[in-house]
T-cell receptor, first 111, second 113 residues
């Protein structure tokens, strides 16, 4: 069974701090997606990474796909309260039929 | 606004009952996915339909069934409900059969008492 483990499970920080959350697996993925989910809403796609070693930036968010395409990280610089939410990673196993989801990192950024 | 519409937003029912959740995908999207989200198990993929036909099946219980209609809206039927079925049920849509970007609805929160 393919699993995606996300860490930490919970993170509470002050506005302005930097943070990194991780998404790890023993399996190789053809692509990996990061979503953010806010309370009462569905997940919203932030980025898709495809190539091993790929780095993508979205304003203050930096996403990296591991060289072996088994893991990924999300780094947020100078976190803001608007970054609060559940960050989910989802890997495509290559059969193009379903995504494998992590349990998420719940981030709270306090003003 | 993702463009995916789910109804009802909240539903409270009793054990043993049956409910139907409805989803309208984004305009033009042919694939519909159903997910169950609970605190301890995260997002669990239930089933995918593409243009009216079942494409992929996940951890969907036999008590649950789904279908996609010619107008592309989908319904998820949950029967013989148990306390453990209480969860958020999300519908998502995408343009094709390949699982690219998913657009999620706001979910239907089911509470079974």
């Amino acid at each position: 069974t393919q699993l995606l483990e996300q860490s930490p499970q919970f993170l509470s920080i002050q506005e302005g701090e930097n943070l990194t959350v991780y998404c790890n697996s023993s399996s190789v993925f053809s692509s990996l997606q990061w979503y953010r989910q806010e309370p009462g809403e569905g997940p919203v796609l932030l980025v898709t990474v495809v190539t091993g070693g790929e780095v993508k930036k979205l304003k203050r968010l930096t996403f990296q796909f591991g060289d072996a395409r088994k893991d990924s990280s999300l780094h947020i610089t100078a976190a803001q309260p608007g970054d609060t939410g559940l960050y989910l990673c989802a890997g495509n196993a290559g059969n193009n039929r379903k995504l494998i989801w992590g349990l998420g990192t719940s981030l709270a950024v306090n003003p | 606004d993702s463009g995916v519409t789910q109804t009802p937003k909240h539903l409270i029912t009793a054990t043993g009952q049956r409910v139907t959740l409805r989803c309208s995908p984004r305009s033009g999207d042919l694939s519909v996915y159903w997910y169950q989200q609970s605190l301890d198990q995260g997002l669990q993929f239930l089933i995918q339909y593409y243009n009216g036909e079942e494409r992929a099946k996940g951890n969907i219980l036999e008590r649950f069934s789904a279908q996609q209609f010619p107008d592309l809206h989908s319904e998820l039927n949950l029967s013989s409900l148990e306390l453990g079925d209480s969860a958020l049920y999300f519908c998502a849509s995408s343009a094709g059969t390949v699982t690219g970007e998913l657009f999620f609805g706001e979910g239907s929160r089911l509470t079974v008492l």
